[in-house]
């Protein structure tokens, strides 16, 4: 079973219900070509994102609901060059009804070491900046 609602996406494994909140959906998409629907949670750096899949053979709309929940919750995303181009993203996230506390993320581009104490610097700077920019810690 896979269902959304306006606050969060439902999977059922295994007789268990998950319930995954859409601020903490990284990625989804269905593969029209396998019927694969694969659904990835945001994560930590450096650990393995919980990735769930099943079998849709129809998705209907709820891969316009899943988009479109997803996309409700980012309050904030700013891309920061560290080096060519490359960098990372700070994200800013809450519950799509606007409820609930915002959590701030990095993604790092491809190559870069969050652990470079440059880009640890720069991310540094680019979320004080950016929560001051919109006011919230």
């Known amino acids: 079973m896979l269902a959304g609602t306006r606050d969060a996406f439902y999977l059922e494994r295994d007789g268990e219900t998950r319930r995954v909140p859409w601020e903490q959906v990284e990625a989804a998409g269905w593969d029209r070509d396998t019927d694969a629907f694969q659904l990835s949670e945001v994560g930590s750096w450096g650990e393995q994102r919980p990735v769930h899949t099943a079998t849709l053979t129809d998705p209907g709309r709820l ?13 904030l995303q700013r891309h920061v060059a560290v080096a060519h181009r490359r960098g990372l993203r700070v ?3 809450r519950a799509p009804s606007g409820s609930g506390a915002v959590h701030w993320v990095y993604e ?30």
């Open 91 to 93: 994200i800013a996230r």
């Open 108 to 137: 790092y581009d491809e190559g870069v070491d969050p652990d470079d104490p440059a880009v640890r610097a720069a991310a540094r700077d680019a979320l004080e900046l950016a929560q001051r920019d919109v006011g919230l810690p």
């Open 63 to 75: 891969l316009e609901l899943v988009h479109e929940r997803v996309t409700a919750s980012i309050v």
